[in-house]
C-alpha cells in the first residue's frame, strides 16, 4: 500500500509521542484529545488554501466505481477534484470495494493523501431494517433503542459507510410532515434521550472502532414547525418555541458527543438555516462549544437562492461561510467559489481553516489516518451484513415498538388453536411496504410479511384476502406511490371469508413510501379505499382485530368507535411480520406509549399534549361558546400522548410527595404504587409531568420531565420514585437564559398524558 511519506511520518512521530502508560481514563482522553489537535495543526501547516476548501466540499456518487475512469462531463471533473485533493467527502457509495476504490484515489494519489468520508443515509437500518424511529420512539426503552443505532451502524461500516445522516431530532406537533416518520415525535424531553440514545448507539464508545460511524444530528433547525405540515415550507416561530421545544434535543445531542450537525431546508423566523449565524455560529460552536462540523442539507446552499436570501451560487456560498456552515452537500458552491470570495475580502481564510479543522478532527477520531482502509474489508463485508443477530434485533425493537391502542372484550390476544382467522388487507401480504420510507440500502421484498408471521401460527385457520389493492404502483427509486381510489373487484372474497372466520384481522393504513420527505399529506385518514373495505367488513363480522401500518398518526375516528381492537404496529422493518404475530398471540406482551398525539380531525392538527392553557381554557358556563374549540369537533384527542394498553392491567395509586416545598440545592422525591393486577408479566412505562403554574411566560398544561420502564410480574406491586430538582423545572424565560423560577407546581404522574394522578408543591428560590 503506498502512503504518502511526509504527512504519515509525521502523523506517526506525533502518536509515538503520545504513547504513555499508567495514566487515568480521563487523562487518556484528554491527552488524545491534544494530540489529535497537534495532529490537525500538522497538516493545516502543510495545506494550501485549495486543499483546505477542498475538505469542505462533498460530492454525491458519480460513476459506476469499479468501471472505466470517467472522461467527460461532470462524473470526470469530480474524479479529478479527488485527485487534486478538492474533495473531503462522498455520500451514497456503498460496498468496501467501491469505498476501496474512491478512497485509495484519494490516499495515493493526492499530494497529501487525505482520506475521505463516506456518508450514507443510514435511518434506520443498512440492510437489515428496525422499525422507522417514529416506532422505536413509542417503544420509550432507550436501551433498545441505541442498541438498534448500533446495529445499524455495524452493518452501515460494513459496507464502508463511515458517517449516517442520523438522528434526525427534529420536534414536530404536525401529523401531516412526511418526515415524522424519521424523528422521535412532539415532546423535547422524550426527543432528547432518544437522541442521545441513537448517537450513543451509533458512535458508540469509540469512534475509532471498526464498527462506529459518525452520527449527525439534524435538521438544525426548526423543520419539523414546516407551516401547514409541507415540507419545506417556511418555519415562524416565537423564540419561546424555539428555545423550549425546537433547541433542547439540539443541546442534547451535543452534549451526547454527535460529532456532525446538519442545517436544514427552510427558512427560520426570515433567514434560511443555512444562512443562519445565529444557530450555527453563536449558538451552536460559541454558546454549545460544539467542535465537530455542520454539513449542509443536499443543495441547501444554493437554495438560498430560491429562497430570494441569495442573488446567486458565489452569494449563497459567501452567505453560508460566513454563518457557519462547514460543508457544501452537492452545491458545489465552496470549491468554485471560496478562494475568490476570500482574495476579495467577503469570507475570512480564518473561517474556512475552522471548518477544515473540524472536518479533520472528525477523520482522526473515526482513525481513518491510522487506517485510510479500515472499512473496505470485502471478506468482513460479507460475513457482517444481514448475520442473524442483527434480525434478531431488530425483531427485539420491532416487538417494543407496537402500540395496543385498544381491546374491549379482551379480543386480544389470539387464542392458538381451533380458531378460523381471516385475514384482510394488500399490507397483510407485502413484503416491501413493512420497510417504510428512508431504507435506501434494502432490498425490495425482504421483510416478513404479517401474513407469514401469523402462519407459523398452525394452530388455527389462516385464511387471506387482500380486500382492495392500495398502491397500484411506483415510480422509480421511490419517489411516488400511487393509491387505488377506484377498484373494488377484491372486496366480494374479502367479505365472504370475514362472514365464516371466528376473528378477522385486518392490516391497513399507510403504504411505506406514503410517510418520509416530499411526502406530506392533507389528509390523515386510511388512503384508499381502506375504510370503505373496513366498514363493509364489519358490517358482516364485528370481532375485527385493525393492526395499523403508518409512518405519522392517523385520524382514524370511526374505527376508534367500532373496532373493537386496534394495534399500532407503525412500519416495522425487516422482521415486522413476525413482530406482529408475536403481539397478536400474546407470545409477547405489549408495552410501547405513542410518542405523538393522534388526532380525531384533521382540522385539529397541529395537535399536542403540552399546549397553552390560553386565557379562555375549558369554560364551566354549559351555554357559552366563547372559549377556545371548535364548534364541530372536541379539543381532546383520539389517542393521548403517552396513551398505550397492554394485555396486563396496571393500577397507580398512593402519589406521595417527600416534602411539599423545596430550595435550590435540595430535591424533592415523589412516588407512586404501580400495581400489575392481572395473570400476565408485563412493562409500563410510568410517565412524570410537571405544570408550572405562574410564570413570567406562560408555561404548557404539562411537560414530560421524566419516564421509567417497569416490568412487573403477575400481582406484582412496586414503588415507582423520581427526583426533583431546580433543573427539572427550568426553562426559557423571558430572561433570554434557562433558569427555574420560584412558584407552585403541579406534578402528574401515570401510564398516559391524560390519565394521571396529580398533587402540588412548591418551589422556593
Known amino acids: 500500500m503506498k502512503i504518502k511519506p511526509i504527512i504519515y511520518s509525521i502523523l506517526s512521530f506525533l502518536f509515538f509521542i503520545g504513547c504513555n502508560e499508567g495514566q487515568t481514563k480521563k487523562a487518556v482522553a484528554s491527552k488524545k484529545n491534544d494530540l489529535i ?47 487534486k485533493g478538492l474533495v473531503g467527502s462522498m455520500l451514497n457509495v456503498k460496498g468496501a ?53 448500533a446495529i445499524a451502524a455495524e452493518e452501515a461500516s460494513a459496507v464502508g459507510i463511515n458517517w449516517t445522516f442520523a438522528p434526525m431530532v427534529d ?20 426527543g432528547s434521550k432518544i437522541a442521545e440514545a441513537r448517537i450513543k448507539g451509533f458512535q458508540g464508545d469509540d469512534l475509532s472502532s471498526r464498527k462506529t460511524i459518525l452520527a449527525c444530528a439534524k435538521h438544525f433547525a426548526g423543520y419539523g414547525f414546516a407551516e401547514a405540515g409541507r415540507d419545506y415550507n417556511t418555519v415562524d416561530v416565537g423564540e419561546q418555541t424555539l428555545q423550549n421545544i425546537i433547541l433542547p434535543p439540539f443541546k442534547a445531542s451535543v452534549d451526547a458527543g454527535v460529532r456532525t450537525f446538519m442545517n436544514s431546508f427552510n427558512d427560520l423566523n426570515g433567514v434560511p438555516a ?35 436570501y ?20 452537492e452545491s458545489y458552491a465552496y470549491v468554485t467559489y471560496l478562494k475568490k470570495l476570500i482574495e476579495e475580502g467577503k469570507v475570512k481564510e480564518a473561517d474556512v481553516e475552522d471548518a477544515a479543522r473540524r472536518i479533520l478532527r472528525t477523520k482522526f477520531e473515526l482513525g481513518l489516518f491510522e487506517n485510510p482502509y479500515k472499512y473496505c474489508d470485502e471478506a468482513y463485508e460479507k460475513n457482517t451484513v444481514g448475520k442473524k443477530e442483527f434480525h434478531d434485533g431488530v425483531l427485539d425493537i420491532a416487538k417494543k415498538s407496537i402500540v395496543l391502542l385498544k381491546n374491549e372484550n379482551n379480543l386480544l390476544p389470539l387464542q392458538r388453536s381451533g380458531k378460523k382467522i381471516a385475514l384482510i388487507g394488500a399490507l397483510a401480504n407485502d413484503k416491501t411496504s413493512p420497510l417504510g420510507s428512508w431504507r435506501i440500502g434494502a432490498d425490495d421484498e425482504s421483510a416478513v410479511s404479517v401474513f407469514e408471521g401469523m402462519s407459523q401460527y398452525k394452530q388455527n385457520q389462516l385464511i387471506y384476502a387482500k380486500g382492495t389493492d392500495l398502491a397500484i404502483g411506483r415510480t422509480e427509486f421511490m419517489w411516488e406511490t400511487k393509491i387505488n381510489d377506484s377498484d373494488k373487484s377484491e372486496f366480494a372474497k374479502a ?22 420527505e416530499g411526502r406530506s399529506r392533507s389528509d390523515l385518514g386510511l388512503p384508499g379505499l381502506q375504510q370503505e373495505l373496513l366498514e363493509e367488513v364489519y358490517k358482516i363480522n364485528k370481532n375485527i382485530v385493525l393492526v395499523l401500518n403508518n409512518g405519522r398518526p392517523l385520524a382514524i375516528p370511526w374505527a376508534k368507535e367500532n373496532i373493537p381492537a386496534i394495534v399500532e404496529a407503525w412500519h416495522l422493518g425487516t422482521q415486522s411480520g413476525n413482530a406482529v404475530a408475536q403481539v397478536l398471540y400474546g407470545d409477547y406482551n405489549p408495552s410501547g406509549k405513542l410518542p405523538m398525539t393522534f388526532p380525531r380531525n384533521i382540522g385539529q392538527v397541529p395537535l399536542y399534549y403540552n399546549y397553552k392553557n390560553t386565557g379562555r381554557p375549558v369554560m364551566t358556563e ?54 400489575n393486577n392481572s395473570k400476565v408479566k408485563g412493562k409500563e412505562v410510568v410517565q412524570l409531568y410537571i405544570r408550572d403554574l405562574i410564570a413570567s411566560s406562560t408555561r404548557p398544561v404539562k411537560e414530560l420531565k421524566d419516564f421509567k420502564l417497569v416490568e412487573l410480574n403477575p400481582q406484582e406491586e412496586q414503588v415507582i420514585s423520581f427526583e426533583i430538582k431546580a433543573e427539572t423545572l427550568a426553562f426559557f424565560t423571558k430572561n433570554n437564559k434557562w433558569e427555574t423560577e420560584p412558584g407552585e407546581f403541579k406534578i402528574f404522574i401515570g401510564g398516559s398524558s391524560d390519565n394521571t394522578l396529580e398533587d402540588q408543591f412548591q418551589f422556593l428560590k
Not at 469505498?99 to 443515509?121: H, N, S
Not at 367479505?495 to 410517510?515: N, Y
Not at 379539543?635 to 396496571?650: C, R
Request: proline fraction near 3%; charged fraction near 25%; aromatic fraction near 10%.
Open 171 to 190: 420536534i414536530s406537533r404536525d401529523a401531516r410532515w412526511g418526515r415524522v416518520m424519521e424523528g422521535a415525535g412532539e415532546d423535547p424531553y422524550l
Open 310 to 329: 441569495a442573488k446567486d451560487s458565489e452569494h449563497a456560498a459567501e452567505i453560508a461561510v460566513n454563518a457557519g456552515s462547514d460543508m457544501d452537500m
Open 274 to 308: 443555512t444562512g443562519n449565524k445565529m444557530l450555527q455560529r453563536e449558538i451552536l460552536k460559541n454558546n454549545w462549544n460544539f467542535t465537530g462540523f455542520v454539513v449542509s442539507d443536499w443543495g441547501s446552499i444554493n437554495e438560498m437562492i430560491s429562497h430570494g
Open 622 to 675: 354549559k351555554e357559552s361558546v366563547f372559549w377556545s374549540h371548535y364548534i364541530d369537533e372536541k379539543n381532546t384527542p383520539l389517542f393521548a400522548f403517552g396513551h398505550g394498553l397492554s394485555y396486563s392491567k396496571f393500577e397507580y395509586s398512593s402519589l406521595k410527595l417527600s416534602k411539599k416545598s423545596f430550595k435550590n440545592s435540595e430535591k424533592i422525591i415523589v412516588s407512586v404504587t404501580l400495581k
Open 37 to 83: 489537535e497537534q495532529k490537525v495543526d500538522s497538516i493545516l501547516n502543510l495545506m494550501t488554501l485549495d486543499e483546505k476548501i477542498g475538505q469542505m466540499n462533498q460530492y454525491n456518487g458519480f460513476w459506476e466505481i469499479t468501471g472505466p475512469v470517467p472522461k467527460e462531463g461532470q462524473a470526470a471533473k469530480k474524479y479529478e477534484d479527488i485527485k
Open 495 to 516: 367479505i365472504s371469508i370475514a362472514k365464516s372466520a371466528d376473528v378477522v384481522v385486518m392490516v391497513l393504513g399507510e403504504h411505506g413510501l406514503q410517510s418520509g
Open 97 to 149: 470495494k467501491e469505498v476501496y476504490t474512491l478512497q485509495k484515489i484519494a490516499v495515493e494519489e493526492t499530494r497529501l493523501g487525505i482520506p475521505l468520508l463516506f456518508g450514507f443515509d443510514v435511518i434506520h437500518g443498512y440492510k437489515t431494517i428496525s422499525p422507522i424511529p417514529l416506532a422505536e420512539a413509542a417503544s420509550w426503552d432507550l436501551d433498545a433503542i441505541k442498541k438498534s443505532a
